[in-house]
């Protein structure tokens, strides 16, 4: 276990964690670690570390620590936390932000999560709408899980809830316009 | 009443009871459902975990349409949409900015003022209770089910404005008023997981777990859900879980509009009950026979 | 004429940090009428004071401006400084150079700028200072406290031990607060009726104590050293001077229902005594559930009362009576945890209680009888599940403050439960371990050696999950998420002002703080005294505290009441208003302007420009009243009534010096 060097370590990740606070919409010293969040997070059990903890690591300046989490990954945005966080922290905003920047710098601790949102996403660019069955498609063959949910499938397809053909948008370039100034503003996709 | 109606991706694939169930109780009720034209998807979660702008545009383009259509408000069955659509109305609202900002990247002029309802709001707020009583002729008497909230549909509190978020009651009184037996249980709110029984399936699947079980534990013969990713995660996935865990779930799974479109007296094969991946139509039976039973005694 | 004296104080650094002081006694020396002006490091020391005198003498100064911290803290010292150097007092100006400007500024040169402008508005009022003369007011000696439980105890017993008589007012029917209702109390275990119920009884029997159970304060007029209160007693429907507190009334009462004192574990009859070892030991009659004050049925107790004590005709009464102090001891309420905390269920599991339930139960002569039992199937719990922090330190939802006493209560709730329970375990969920008393942090340890284990975090939610409660936590010290499976959950919920508390300060004249506990006049050293002159406070309406501090307090605020009782008569602010009859033309507004109704009209009789006799009304102000807040001086339209000591035209002179 590596010693935390302070005030070195936050010294240094000051402005980008006060940049990420700030994006988030919070305040890291009003979060006095009581654990509320951690306690109700139903993917808690799977996380590395709890919700609590990853604004620990931001308060002592171990941004990349953070940024390395399972966690912020996992997080399911069920807003659990931030609802019951008795100083009012939007706790899932800030695992959204910190995602999204972990993003930005290519971690991705959980390949196949980022996996899914970026076939969504390119489904979504190329249909203005979500196919399910052209999304678990793709998923499965990228992910190696070539057979996920087959047993599903047939089901599916018999009582018609499953379309090969993908419904869509109209107006394509609408949506490739959206995706094309949002990415001109920062940010992937 | 007129609303207008985005039905999100689901709706025609894996949630198209929720679409079927929702029309026929709308037509019953005098509700004219008007589907947005060319509306696209929300962006879901997979957008807000990627880029914030994006997460709110995509949004914005439908209820920018809906508000170009002359309507003032919208019914949204999908809780990933309604959460994303009240999000990116609060955002634009707080904010001019950012109203601004959206209106730009969408190439249309969204004012952000149009009212934006679930559909337990649609019953439970609009249409309201004793209407919904009134055009109940066959009770589900007898019939113990456990409301399913999950998160999006009331968390955050003051984005959704919907319900208590700890303990909501909307369909549970539905529920009541359709003559089932609304069951007291602990998970009404959890989290069932979305979409991480893709890509994490053994999270998904615990979490997905953790839900039946309680309401299992707590004397439920069904459950009955807001949110259609909700429905098919505890629906589609009940026999890979019993697979993976060893467990032997037998939960019917329901759209809470199904139900109430069942007491209105449409038939299972209309609403499309045979659908479901745990076969439902032998507990729907029961339920409408004993209603029936004591309405006749 | 006036020769005034300008005297610029450094307060160490505290001013001369920002301003320069002796280029501020410099300029002063160019303003009209200053025959000396002159720095100096401590005004307020011997040696400062001294030096106002010296120099009063030696130049013939007949008025003094002191430049220094805020009037609250030296005004009176320097005007006994005047005193003392033979002037009269309010020949005197204080001019805030700390407060007021180096301490909000940090520009030299503009802070010193401003503070010579502040000087020199000083100068220009006092130029147009009058002698004042305080007059006195009588002091009654008879002090009224407010509250009967622990605090409210002490206090009224210092009081009367030192010779006052005192009338101790409690709404209840039995007096003794909260303190009653506990088991033990921490850290000595000792049994809190048994050392309580003698402090009861002997303010019963004290000889300058007079008890008014069942009664309320409804009416406060005056200031210190009269206060004039109406008090309204209860109906009682029992004639406590026949009834010998027999009980039999009770026995034989049909009719039961949830009792208070218990929180509702336990039933009382509609004729009651909350407890038996209540003070008054004689019981009320409820009305609102008696069968015979509601449907006319009944009327059992009226029959089977051996001295015919039961009065069904009986009506509220009302005293009034004049004192010299009044304490406040309203003690406190529990914050409704029900209302907010949905996440533990809203009220809905019935083996989810307060603190207080717990200390019901594990009373023996509780509803229980000193058993611990889960209300919803009476069983034994085997784990029991301590959550702190409900209600307190929450800015979110409900109160931001710590509730101080919860820690110590709920390490002495462990102890008891594993005490009492065989293979029992307790887990306390705690962000933080609050001991800082006596021997405190030991009675903590000893409750980990006892076997309660000490789980850090706060708690998520608890559902029900059969005959058990769920209860979702985190242990941050290991950083997993815990779960108990628990029979019990026992709350420690925040105390809050007690009900009616807010009302019953406006009514007595002062003002609750945020978070509607009283108002102390200073938190560091004034924890006693409100800023109202003659109400003082005891115990937990001042904020949280425990028994120890509770009395401590008590004996603080009796020994202030005794200084003032002490007294036959006291000195008054003269600094009060004055009206010109000459220009009053009997309007009437500032009588109804004047919030401590001190201004009348009187009718006078006098001669007008035709020497003809004339009976006019004018405004009149009983000085004892006054407390010189000026309202009524802007409400006068011709400007005939004026606030000695803050004069319209010494008002105006200080606007005009800065254009000079």
């Not at chain 2, 969204?110 to 002729?137: C, M, P, R, T, W």
């Not at chain 3, 085997?382 to 209560?409: E, P, Q």
Request: net charge neutral; glycine share 8%.
């Amino acid at each position: 276990m590596e010693k935390v060097r302070l005030p070195s370590i936050s010294r240094d990740n000051h402005q980008e964690i006060q940049r990420l606070a700030k994006k988030a919409g919070m305040d890291l010293n009003k979060c006095y670690q009581c654990g509320k969040c951690s306690a109700g997070c139903p993917v808690g059990f799977a996380m590395d570390e709890s919700p609590r903890r990853v604004i620990r690591l931001l308060q002592l300046g171990l941004l990349d620590e953070a940024l390395k989490t399972h966690s912020i990954w996992l997080c399911a945005t069920c807003d659990t936390c931030s609802t019951r966080c008795p100083n009012g922290i939007p706790v899932a905003v800030l695992m959204d932000t910190l995602r999204q920047e972990a993003k930005r710098r290519s971690i991705i601790t959980e390949k196949n999560i980022n996996l899914f949102n970026e076939i969504f996403l390119s489904n979504v660019k190329m249909f203005g709408r979500s196919p399910e069955v052209i999304l678990s498609g793709l998923y499965n063959l990228r992910s190696g899980n070539l057979f996920q949910d087959a047993d599903a499938g047939s089901h599916l397809f018999k009582t018609g809830k499953a379309h090969i053909l993908p419904s869509r948008v109209k107006n394509t370039q609408a949506i490739k316009r959206i995706f094309a100034k949002c990415l001109e503003k920062g940010g992937q996709h | 009443m007129k609303y207008a109606y985005y039905p999100g991706c689901s709706l025609d694939a894996t949630g198209v009871e929720f679409d079927t169930s929702n029309k026929l109780v709308a037509k019953k009720m005098g509700v004219d459902l008007v589907e947005i034209p060319d509306w696209n998807c929300c962006g879901a979660s997979s957008a807000h975990a990627v880029n914030h702008m994006l997460a709110l545009a995509l949004p914005a383009r439908n209820l920018a349409i809906a508000e170009a259509e002359g309507f003032d408000t919208v019914a949204i069955p999908c809780a990933a949409c309604f959460a994303r659509c009240k999000t990116t109305a609060a955002e634009a609202q707080s904010s001019p900015e950012t109203k601004a900002e959206i209106s730009d990247i969408i190439g249309m002029d969204y004012q952000a003022n149009i009212e934006i309802l679930s559909f337990l709001d649609v019953l439970g707020k609009k249409i309201g209770l004793d209407n919904i009583k009134a055009h109940v002729i066959k009770p589900l008497t007898g019939l113990k089910v456990a409301s399913y909230y999950g998160c999006l549909l009331v968390r955050p509190p003051k984005i959704a404005q919907s319900d208590d978020p700890e303990n909501p009651m909307v369909m549970d009184n539905i529920m009541a008023v359709l003559g089932a037996d609304p069951v007291e249980w602990g998970y009404k709110t959890e989290c069932c997981g979305a979409s991480h029984v893709v890509p994490v399936p053994k999270i998904g699947q615990q979490m997905i777990h953790d839900i039946l079980k309680n309401a299992q534990i707590n004397g439920a013969q069904a459950i009955a859900t807001a949110c259609p990713l909700c429905m098919i995660n505890l629906d589609m996935r009940q026999k890979q879980l019993n697979v993976q865990l060893g467990t032997n779930f037998n939960m019917p799974v329901f759209h809470f509009t199904e139900l109430v479109a069942l007491s209105f007296g449409y038939s299972p094969k209309e609403i499309g009950i045979h659908k479901h991946f745990v076969p439902a139509e032998s507990l729907v039976e029961d339920a409408l026979s004993t209603g029936a039973r004591r309405e006749g005694a | 004429m006036k020769r005034i004296g300008v005297f610029i104080c450094h307060c160490g650094s505290n001013i001369a940090a920002t301003v320069d002081c002796a280029k501020v006694a410099e300029a002063a020396k160019a303003f009209p009428g200053v025959f000396f002006s002159s720095d100096y490091k401590y005004m307020c020391s011997e040696p400062g004071q001294e030096f106002i005198k010296d120099s009063i003498k030696k130049y013939d100064l007949n008025a003094i401006v002191v430049a220094s911290c805020t009037p609250r803290m030296h005004e009176h010292t320097f005007r006994k400084t005047l005193a003392n150097g033979g002037l009269n007092p309010y020949m005197f100006e204080m001019t805030n150079l700390r407060e007021q400007c180096s301490w909000v500024h940090s520009d030299i040169e503009k802070a010193t700028d401003k503070a010579i402008d502040l000087v020199r508005m000083s100068v220009a009022k006092v130029a147009k200072n009058e002698e004042l003369f305080s007059t006195t007011i009588p002091v009654h000696k008879k002090a009224l406290v407010i509250g009967a439980g622990i605090a409210g105890m002490q206090a009224a017993l210092d009081i009367a031990d030192a010779g006052h008589k005192v009338v101790l007012v409690d709404r209840e029917p039995t007096i003794g607060g909260k303190m009653p209702m506990l088991d033990k109390t921490f850290p000595t275990m000792d049994c809190s009726a048994c050392i309580s119920t003698p402090k009861m009884v002997e303010v019963a029997q004290h000889p300058n104590i007079e008890l008014m159970a069942y009664s309320e304060v409804i009416e406060v007029n005056g200031f210190i050293g009269n206060f004039d209160v109406k008090i309204k007693t209860k109906a009682k429907y029992v004639d406590h001077v026949k009834c010998t507190g027999c009980g039999l009334c009770e026995t034989k009462c049909p009719k039961k229902v949830p009792n208070e004192y218990d929180l509702g574990m336990g039933l009382r009859s509609c004729i009651y005594k909350p407890f038996p070892q209540a003070v008054p030991n004689k019981p009320v009659i409820d009305a609102q559930n008696c069968l015979k004050l509601t449907s006319g049925k009944c009327g059992v107790c009226a029959r089977v009362c051996p001295t015919g004590a039961v009065r069904y005709d009986d009506t509220e009464s009302f005293i009034t009576d004049t004192f010299g102090a009044i304490v406040m001891a309203t003690g406190y309420d529990l914050y409704k945890w029900e209302d907010v905390y949905g996440e533990y269920g809203y009220g809905k599991y019935p083996d989810v209680v307060t603190g207080l339930h717990f200390e019901r139960m594990v009373n023996a002569s509780g509803p229980t009888g000193g058993k611990i039992k889960r209300p919803s199937d009476g069983t034994t719990p085997k784990t029991v599940v301590f959550i702190k922090c409900v209600g307190s330190r929450d800015s979110a939802k409900a109160k931001s403050y710590c509730s101080r006493a919860c820690c110590m209560y709920t390490a002495k709730h462990a102890h008891q439960f594993v005490d009492k329970t065989p293979e029992g375990n307790a887990y306390v969920f705690y962000m933080d371990v609050r001991t800082p008393g006596k021997a405190y942090d030991e009675f903590y340890e000893s409750t980990l050696r006892d076997g309660a284990v000490y789980l850090r975090g706060r708690v998520s939610k608890i559902y029900q999950d059969g005959g058990k409660l769920i209860v979702k936590g985190e242990d941050s010290l290991i950083g997993k998420q815990v779960e108990v499976a628990a029979d019990m959950v026992v709350l420690a919920t925040a105390m809050v002002p007690s009900a009616g508390s807010r009302e019953l300060a406006q009514a007595v004249g002062f003002l609750p703080d945020l978070n509607g506990w009283y108002q102390e006049a200073h938190p560091k050293l004034r924890p006693v005294e409100t800023p109202t002159a003659g109400v003082f406070l005891a115990g937990t309406c001042q904020g949280p505290k425990d028994i120890p501090d509770s009395v401590a307090q008590a004996g603080a605020a009796a020994v202030k009441v005794c200084g003032l009782l002490s007294k036959s008569e006291l000195e008054t602010n003269p600094m009060t208003a004055r009206t010109n009859t000459t220009v009053c033309s009997g309007c009437g507004i500032c009588v109804s302007v004047c919030p401590y109704k001190a201004i009348q009209l009187q009718s006078i009789t006098e001669r007008d420009h035709h020497g003809h006799r004339i009976t006019r009304n004018v405004a009149s102000v009983n000085n004892g009243l006054c407390q010189g807040c000026g309202a009524c001086t802007v409400t006068c339209r011709p400007g005939a009534i004026d606030l000695q000591g803050f004069k319209n035209d010494q008002i105006l002179e200080e606007v005009d010096s800065l254009w000079t």
